[in-house]
């Protein structure tokens, strides 16, 4: 019988019942841009000579943007906002530049500064931060699909992403060019190919969702082709070019074969895992000390590899008859008489491959017992050769290419994988540009392709890298970009409020060097930025798009969780390395997979900042989740900003937000001392940048009081009341502690040694206690959990005191869940 296939719309239609008379479509595209007609604003070069307006209030104006947006206002008879307090200048500015919340300290120095050039001096501490390249970081990797997994059902990790994550961070701090940062995450292989630096940047392509256990192929590499044509359109070149996959796109005048020709630069686009990150004499002896290992531990190792050949001889033969027979065509091929695309296919194949030994060992341990006695004695000789080893420094994820000839792209039938019609030559969309046709070099071992892709990218002739990038960085800090659609700068998009503004901004972006931080510095410094945010009856422009009040916005997940951690004086501040795995809910079974989340054995990594927990693509990190993270499927754009009933639960009944809480009440206490006033400015101070007026005062005393009462009420039924951390702490025992450190190591226990200390002292007490027919349950408050962060915390264990320590958790748990900590204003 004849192989056939019915169309998807025309199967739609059969399975509606209705009867498909003609192949006409059921839109009507616009076709092809034709060469010398008007394109629209978007796709134009960009304007460098762009007339800064005169607004009428010139004393409002402090950067040139600020005469844009002004005009606009002017012109619709809006007057901007008066300018913000500094208390909330400090926090949103530090938020939004560092992602975590200011020290109380640093709001005071910043308020008390008299001088005229308080602001800058503010600015430019935040920008020469390392924190600041860690929250710049999040949202381009919130573009680049990044996740620490494969994604798909098995969800593999990829144990060697994070060196990707940490090159975002360094660009970022480092200020590094955009057009350099966009050349190496697009052809730093091809351009670079002797900078580890390069390789590790390509993991921007790398980033895509894949699965490991694919028995198509063919299939694979182009659903792989589609991925990085989508992704490169929409994040350098804010387009919908995937929307000409299967047809010519339904309101841009790109055709479908525009789409494969755009294509046809990742054509011969593959990637290793396996690159190792040590060069010149680092590398060198690394070889040297493995080839050691080698020549000593050859004999034992031929004799494992002996015992598990025969099971992975026959796992490999399994494996091969799992694919479908155009891959395993490609496969089975002698080297000598692959082509271009066999190659790519084959180099696929060995990534299938990984994990294999493991396999083998566990059907050898199940169907060989006497055999896996001798592979474990085997085993264990081998290990005795560990102190001969070199530490494994762990692999590059890079893009590669395979050979200096690319194979074959072509436009696929209703973009149907195995329909290929016309073959396309690499070129670009004639709506985007007139020279369609770049010019390529290909190298030795590479295409060329995409290096003349990352140069057009950033060239003078192309105006939308810089200006999407622009756009962006306007939304991040305004909650809407000047194009609202981030990745949509076409027809179907939204149209510019301030369109000259963007051309100004991104030519003047190019010119200085395509510094980010520029960019940043006169966001940041702008009477636009500086304004309050109180609500305003603005008829004229009821949403705000015209910014005449800074626009309040909800706390980002990893801003939220970070600020708590900030706040209750847990954050570690390490940086970089592979991703961490905090404590997650025992409730929370990982996709029936909890086993993959091994929670980190040093307690220093629970609390590091979020963009090192560990992402796991199919279940992600519960609290970032319920805050609207960015899921990595597909390159996020924008965060979500919902209100839904699992946020406000996460907040008052986790146990993790609770126990920030009382880490925070004891921080409080510790800081401001015994006195009550104090303590509550003090938790006022650390979570909104001010202190409470004497009407919200009064309201926290009576809070307080009638916490009291409800706790001493409960006494008798609670085992255990929720106790600021380090509450019922001896000074003196934890003096003695910080004194034994002293003595012993010539420092400072940190907070872990300090519990882990007093933890055990807890446990001798209760062992004495049950030795002496004590009760060993009698705890009064101030056992492990209680002292989590032993300092110099009241040690008076009267049961109203306790009662009142109790109640002040519950205040300081109740401010944390208040919209003036979840929002910046």
Known sequence: MPKFRIAPLALAALLAGVTTLSPAEDYAPPGGFVKGSERPWSYTPLNTQVATPTPKAKAWVRQPLDAFVLAKLEAQGITPSPEADRHAYIRRATLDSWGILPTPEEVNAFVNDKSPKAHEKLVERLLASPRYGERQARRWLDLSRYADSDGYNTDGTRPNIWRYRDYVVNAFNADKPFDRFVKEQIAGDELWPERTEALIATGFLRN????????????????????????????????????????????????????????????????????????????????????????????????????????????????????????????????????????????????????????????????????????????????????????????????????????????????????????????????????????????????GRRTALANWLVSPDNGLTARVFVNRQWAQFFGRGIVETSADFGKTGTKPTHPELLDKLAADFVKQGWSVKTLHREILL??????????????????????????????????????????????????????????????????????????????????????????????????????????????????????????????????????????????????????????IDRVYEILFSRKPSAKEKDKLVAFLNAQEALQTAQAGEVKKPHLPDGWGVDPKIAKQIDGFYKAAYQRQPDRYERTAFLSYLDQQAAKRKKADGGDESADDGGGTTAVAAATTASPVKGAASKARAAAFVDLVHTLVNTNEFTYRF
């Not at 084959?346 to 990984?354: A, D, V």
């Not at 307690?603 to 805050?627: A, C, G, I, M, Q």
Request: one cysteine or more.
């Open 208 to 447: 895509l969702p894949d699965e490991i256990n694919a028995r198509d192929l063919n299939l694979k590499k182009q659903e792989v082709a589609n991925d990085l044509t989508d992704t490169v359109s929409a994040v350098f070149l804010g387009t919908t070019l995937g929307c000409a996959q299967c047809h010519d796109h339904k309101t841009e005048k790109i055709t479908q074969k525009e789409y494969y020709e755009f294509q046809a630069f990742f054509a011969n686009t593959s990637w290793k895992d396996d690159v190792s990150p040590l060069t010149g004499k680092a590398k060198a002896d690394y070889d040297a000390q493995l080839a050691k290992w080698q020549d000593a531990t050859k004999d034992i190792r031929e004799q494992r590899d002996a015992l598990l050949k025969p099971i992975i001889d026959k796992l490999e033969t399994d494996r091969l008859s799992g694919f479908v027979p155009a891959t395993r065509d490609s496969i089975t091929k002698p080297a000598s008489e692959r082509n271009a695309y066999d190659r790519w296919i084959y180099h696929r194949n060995l990534w299938t491959l990984s994990g294999r030994t493991r396999n083998a060992e566990n059907q050898l341990k199940t169907k060989d017992k006497e055999a896996y006695a001798k592979y474990e004695v085997l085993t264990a000789q081998l290990k005795k050769f560990d102190n001969l080893k070199p530490r494994d420094p762990g692999n590059v994820s890079t893009i590669a290419e395979l050979g200096s000839d690319a194979p074959p792209t072509k436009v696929l039938f209703k973009g149907i994988y195995d329909r290929p019609l016309q073959e396309v030559q690499p070129g670009l969309p004639a709506l985007l540009t007139d020279n369609t046709t770049l010019k390529i070099e290909p190298t030795a071992t590479s295409s």
């Open 526 to 679: 702008s009477s636009t930025y500086r304004q309050a945010s109180q609500a305003r009856d603005v008829k004229q422009d009821p949403d705000n798009k015209l910014l005449w009040a800074f626009p309040r916005q909800r706390l980002e997940a990893e801003q939220l969780r970070d600020s708590l951690l900030a706040a209750s004086g847990l954050l570690e501040e390490k940086r970089g390395g592979p991703s961490v795995y905090p404590p997650i809910p025992a409730n929370f079974d990982i996709g029936g997979q909890r086993n993959r989340w091994q929670t980190s054995e040093d307690p220093r990594d629970h609390n590091r900042r979020s963009l090192y927990v560990f992402v796991l693509r199919n279940s992600p990190y519960p609290l970032l989740e319920t805050f609207d993270w960015a899921n990595p499927q597909s390159p996020h754009f924008k965060r979500d900003v919902t209100t839904t009933a699992p946020q406000a639960l996460a907040l008052v009944n986790s146990d993790l937000v609770l126990g920030w809480s009382q880490a925070l009440a004891g921080r409080v206490i510790q800081e401001a001392g015994g006195n009550e006033a104090a303590q």
